[in-house]
């Protein structure tokens, strides 16, 4: 029965070939085939449903139903078996389908009178195109040797989808990658930009989907996997031995490659008529279905690990390795799953956005991003299979969003955006040497966030008055080794004299949560974001504090020094921290190397426990910085990664800004300096917001440092004090429309 099946099958996908072949209109081959499955697998029935847009079916062919149906019966995702086909992207096989648990009648097409129902998705890379359906009226259900039979033939059909085969004006399907498409994402980063798509992993096109010789075929695709083996066993070779992650990376590379069950499965698909390729792809197409239903994110990454070794293998069988050739477009807007803050690096400033299909607004790219001064979208779920290279994408960071091939009334509406927004930054740039003081004659210090000597250009163009700032973890999660301390200090030094005299304030390695240094082991953690992370871990490995503390003393060489420790959450851990850095410069001038001017040391308020530490902390601390970002996360205990809550929650509620509040009390009450760092401090809006809660330096994207002076000089900030004290005092909760209605009636400049 298996040979019989296999042959059948071999000599169905040559009919199809042969088919795709011929000089016909998109409706006539989808006919054609329609009529070669069902006389190929003996079936009273067979239809063909394509994806209208992303959530529609639309019955395209049938050997039948009623032909009167076809183009008219439509279904929603779920909607029915063939939905249910179409979401889970799983086969249905049921000998009696009218009284299968969701089955949905459709009189047009007159299936009354079949009792028997197979489907199976038509899907691509996890890119689900439609369903495959075939129907008799003998009540029995179908075999796996069928039901394999179907699914190889699936895998063609997306192929020949993919490639266009069945678009032209009778079909009135869309050619694929042809017509817009608006994903809702994540911010990443803030911005607007237009420009071209530039794919950091181009997708391999496989053209050859059938074999003439099983043999031959079975051959090339294990002299292919062979090739891969080799490859995995001469990464792990070269792979440092303390990076524990990315060796566990190439183990499950490894286990994969030498798994036979995944050759087996390989090889029976080309038995059935594959290519080497095409049984590849079919056997990836079948992982990402996997990970989309999976949740236990171990699993998950196994997914991953399978799909990353199937686009190696298709690259070794194809050819195609990562240069297609293509030319970068004049305009690259870059789209990948993901990517490391190295490679993102690489590309630099070339770069006008990026989207991600994974991705985090905390992620180590995200934080490149935000020095490059680029847009940043993150979770934008499929782009990577709906985008092509060179592609019209409009990348809104400010809300979240991609426009892939956007209609021109869509491109014009954000050419309009893009245009003030550029009027608007002539209009800040002509601010850059004016101080940001406000009508009531209140002086803000409006300071600059950075990261890599990249940043520090824009301490001068931006008129940031130091860095309030400066990110220290990016120079050790770039590496796949520890820095050495040299290294460190000449960096450090490089900074300290880009900023000319300047303030800059060096926060301590802050890792954990989802900074992870590739050469150091992290502990599993059910909360990683409440767990071994920032100040925790440098107390904990005093090694790499003190490197890092002895770096920064060496590195100021006779200039005023400021560090500040992240995530401080009690008095004695910014104790222990301090003195460890005292001990440090006291043993450098032991050493006789020379020593600071001064130095100043401080604590990132990031926890709502440091608000309420004794007073006692707020006396040894020469300034506090709150850390917006975690802390509106711990204030509200709304995870900042997490989509379903993290807008949840308004910073400009009475209650954040009461709290606010309480730590400007304590600062004044302790002659302590205070200073407001994150994306929120960026935001005018929430930037008046805090200067009315009586905050006066504020650290900020150097692009976001001219809106905020922009308003700052039109604002009157008693008024502002004023308004928060009469909305408490009605009880409102929200802050925003009040603070909106008053900008509307500033006065401009």
Same mark, same amino acid.
Request: net charge negative.
């Given at each position: 029965?298996?040979?019989?099946?296999?042959?059948?099958?071999?000599?169905?996908?040559?009919?199809?070939?042969?088919?795709?072949?011929?000089?016909?209109?998109?409706?006539?081959?989808?006919?054609?085939?329609?009529?070669?499955?069902?006389?190929?697998?003996?079936?009273?029935?067979?239809?063909?449903?394509?994806?209208?847009?992303?959530?529609?079916?639309?019955?395209?062919?049938?050997?039948?139903?009623?032909?009167?149906?076809?183009?008219?019966?439509?279904?929603?995702?779920?909607?029915?078996?063939?939905?249910?086909?179409?979401?889970?992207?799983?086969?249905?096989?049921?000998?009696?389908?009218?009284?299968?648990?969701?089955?949905?009648?459709?009189?047009?097409?007159?299936?009354?009178?079949?009792?028997?129902?197979?489907?199976?998705?038509?899907?691509?890379?996890?890119?689900?195109?439609?369903?495959?359906?075939?129907?008799?009226?003998?009540?029995?259900?179908?075999?796996?040797?069928?039901?394999?039979?179907?699914?190889?033939?699936?895998?063609?059909?997306?192929?020949?989808?993919?490639?266009?085969?069945?678009?032209?004006?009778?079909?009135?399907?869309?050619?694929?990658?042809?017509?817009?498409?608006?994903?809702?994402?994540?911010?990443?980063?803030?911005?607007?930009?237009?420009?071209?798509?530039?794919?950091?992993?181009?997708?391999?096109?496989?053209?050859?989907?059938?074999?003439?010789?099983?043999?031959?075929?079975?051959?090339?695709?294990?002299?292919?996997?062979?090739?891969?083996?080799?490859?995995?066993?001469?990464?792990?070779?070269?792979?440092?031995?303390?990076?524990?992650?990315?060796?566990?990376?190439?183990?499950?590379?490894?286990?994969?490659?030498?798994?036979?069950?995944?050759?087996?499965?390989?090889?029976?698909?080309?038995?059935?008529?594959?290519?080497?390729?095409?049984?590849?792809?079919?056997?990836?197409?079948?992982?990402?279905?996997?990970?989309?239903?999976?949740?236990?994110?171990?699993?998950?990454?196994?997914?991953?690990?399978?799909?990353?070794?199937?686009n190696r293998l298709l690259r070794i069988l194809t050819g195609q390795g990562r240069d297609t050739g293509?030319?970068?477009?004049?305009?690259?807007?870059?789209?990948?799953?993901?990517?490391?803050?190295?490679?993102?690096?690489?590309?630099?400033?070339?770069?006008?956005?990026?989207?991600?299909?994974?991705?985090?607004?905390?992620?180590?790219?995200?934080?490149?991003?935000?020095?490059?001064?680029?847009?940043?979208?993150?979770?934008?779920?499929?782009?990577?299979?709906?985008?092509?290279?060179?592609?019209?994408?409009?990348?809104?960071?400010?809300?979240?969003?991609?426009?892939?091939?956007?209609?021109?009334?869509?491109?014009?509406?954000?050419?309009?955006?893009?245009?003030?927004?550029?009027?608007?930054?002539?209009?800040?740039?002509?601010?850059?040497?004016?101080?940001?003081?406000?009508?009531?004659?209140?002086?803000?210090?409006?300071?600059?966030?950075?990261?890599?000597?990249?940043?520090?250009?824009?301490?001068?163009?931006? *008129?940031?008055?130091?860095? &309030?700032?400066? !990110?220290?973890? %990016? +120079?050790? @999660?770039? #590496?796949? $080794?520890?820095? /050495?301390?040299?290294?460190?200090?000449?960096?450090?030094?490089?900074?300290?004299?880009?900023?000319?005299?300047?303030?800059?304030?060096?926060?301590?390695?802050?890792?954990?949560?989802?900074?992870?240094?590739?050469?150091?082991?992290?502990?599993?953690?059910?909360?990683?974001?409440?767990?071994?992370?920032?100040?925790?871990? *440098?107390?904990?490995?005093? &090694?790499?504090? !003190?490197?890092? %503390? +002895?770096? @920064?003393? #060496?590195? $100021?060489?006779? /200039?005023?020094?400021?560090?500040?420790?992240?995530?401080?959450?009690?008095?004695?851990?910014?104790?222990?921290?301090?003195?460890?850095?005292?001990?440090?410069?006291?043993?450098?001038?032991?050493?006789?190397?020379?020593?600071?001017?001064?130095?100043?040391?401080?604590?990132?308020?990031?926890?709502?426990?440091?608000?309420?530490?004794?007073?006692?902390?707020?006396?040894?601390?020469?300034?506090?910085?709150?850390?917006?970002?975690?802390?509106?996360?711990?204030?509200?205990?709304?995870?900042?990664?997490?989509?379903?809550?993290?807008?949840?929650?308004?910073?400009?509620?009475?209650?954040?800004?009461?709290?606010?509040?309480?730590?400007?009390?304590?600062?004044?009450?302790?002659?302590?300096?205070?200073?407001?760092?994150?994306?929120?401090?960026?935001?005018?809006?929430?930037?008046?917001?805090?200067?009315?809660?009586?905050?006066?330096?504020?650290?900020?994207?150097?692009?976001?440092?001219?809106?905020?002076?922009?308003?700052?000089?039109?604002?009157?900030?008693?008024?502002?004090?004023?308004?928060?004290?009469?909305?408490?005092?009605?009880?409102?909760?929200?802050?925003r429309p009040l603070l909106l209605n008053y900008i509307r009636g500033l006065p401009a400049v």
């Amino acid at each position: 029965m298996q040979d019989r099946s296999e042959s059948e099958s071999r000599r169905l996908l040559r009919r199809l070939r042969d088919t795709l072949a011929e000089p016909v209109r998109g409706q006539e081959r989808l006919d054609s085939i329609v009529g070669l499955i069902s006389e190929s697998m003996g079936t009273d029935v067979c239809s063909i449903y394509l994806f209208r847009d992303r959530e529609t079916l639309e019955l395209c062919a049938t050997r039948g139903l009623n032909p009167e149906s076809v183009h008219r019966t439509r279904m929603r995702l779920g909607e029915g078996l063939v939905g249910r086909v179409a979401r889970t992207a799983t086969a249905v096989n049921t000998a009696d389908a009218p009284n299968e648990r969701g089955f949905r009648y459709m009189p047009e097409t007159g299936e009354e009178i079949f009792s028997s129902f197979l489907g199976v998705p038509i899907q691509r890379l996890g890119e689900k195109l439609g369903v495959l359906v075939v129907q008799s009226k003998e009540a029995r259900a179908y075999s796996d040797d069928e039901i394999y039979a179907l699914d190889v033939t699936a895998m063609v059909l997306a192929e020949m989808t993919e490639l266009g085969a069945f678009t032209s004006e009778d079909t009135v399907i869309a050619r694929p990658h042809k017509h817009p498409v608006m994903i809702r994402a994540g911010s990443g980063q803030e911005g607007t930009a237009e420009g071209q798509v530039w794919l950091h992993e181009p997708r391999v096109v496989v053209t050859n989907l059938v074999n003439d010789d099983p043999v031959a075929e079975v051959e090339r695709l294990r002299q292919g996997v062979e090739r891969l083996r080799v490859s995995v066993n001469d990464l792990m070779e070269t792979a440092a031995t303390n990076d524990k992650e990315h060796r566990e990376v190439l183990e499950a590379y490894r286990m994969f490659a030498n798994s036979r069950g995944w050759l087996r499965r390989m090889e029976q698909s080309i038995e059935s008529g594959l290519s080497a390729e095409a049984a590849v792809e079919k056997e990836q197409s079948e992982a990402r279905a996997r990970l989309q239903q999976v949740p236990d994110p171990y699993l998950r990454e196994r997914l991953h690990d399978l799909d990353d070794l199937s686009n190696r293998l298709l690259r070794i069988l194809t050819g195609q390795g990562r240069d297609t050739g293509a030319t970068l477009p004049d305009r690259p807007i870059l789209v990948a799953r993901n990517i490391g803050p190295g490679e993102l690096l690489e590309y630099g400033r070339m770069l006008r956005g990026v989207v991600l299909e994974e991705g985090s607004v905390g992620s180590h790219a995200a934080v490149v991003a935000r020095a490059l001064a680029i847009p940043l979208v993150v979770h934008a779920e499929s782009v990577t299979t709906e985008a092509l290279n060179g592609d019209t994408i409009i990348v809104d960071g400010d809300e979240g969003v991609v426009h892939l091939r956007p209609d021109e009334s869509v491109a014009a509406a954000y050419r309009d955006k893009i245009v003030m927004q550029t009027a608007a930054a002539e209009r800040y740039a002509a601010l850059r040497d004016l101080p940001a003081v406000a009508r009531c004659g209140s002086r803000v210090r409006l300071m600059m966030n950075a990261g890599i000597m990249a940043d520090l250009p824009s301490l001068s163009g931006s *008129g940031a008055e130091g860095v &309030g700032l400066f !990110r220290t973890e %990016l +120079q050790f @999660l770039l #590496r796949n $080794s520890m820095p /050495r301390r040299s290294d460190l200090a000449a960096l450090y030094a490089r900074v300290l004299k880009a900023a000319d005299g300047r303030r800059v304030a060096f926060r301590t390695l802050d890792i954990g949560s989802d900074k992870v240094m590739p050469y150091m082991n992290r502990p599993e953690e059910p909360n990683p974001a409440m767990g071994w992370r920032a100040v925790r871990v *440098g107390l904990d490995k005093k &090694g790499v504090m !003190r490197m890092q %503390l +002895q770096a @920064l003393i #060496r590195a $100021s060489n006779g /200039r005023p020094l400021t560090v500040m420790f992240p995530l401080v959450a009690e008095m004695s851990e910014f104790a222990e921290a301090r003195d460890l850095l005292m001990r440090e410069i006291e043993r450098e001038r032991h050493l006789g190397h020379p020593l600071p001017a001064t130095v100043e040391v401080g604590a990132m308020l990031e926890t709502p426990s440091l608000a309420f530490a004794p007073d006692a902390f707020f006396k040894l601390a020469d300034f506090v910085s709150i850390g917006g970002n975690d802390l509106k996360q711990f204030f509200y205990a709304a995870d900042r990664e997490n989509e379903l809550v993290r807008r949840r929650y308004d910073t400009l509620s009475l209650s954040f800004i009461t709290f606010i509040q309480k730590i400007v009390k304590r600062c004044e009450d302790n002659d302590c300096a205070l200073s407001f760092c994150g994306e929120d401090a960026g935001r005018p809006v929430e930037a008046l917001a805090f200067l009315g809660a009586g905050i006066r330096s504020l650290s900020m994207r150097p692009a976001a440092i001219g809106p905020v002076k922009d308003l700052i000089r039109r604002a009157d900030l008693s008024e502002v004090a004023a308004l928060i004290e009469e909305a408490k005092d009605r009880g409102e909760e929200r802050l925003r429309p009040l603070l909106l209605n008053y900008i509307r009636g500033l006065p401009a400049v």
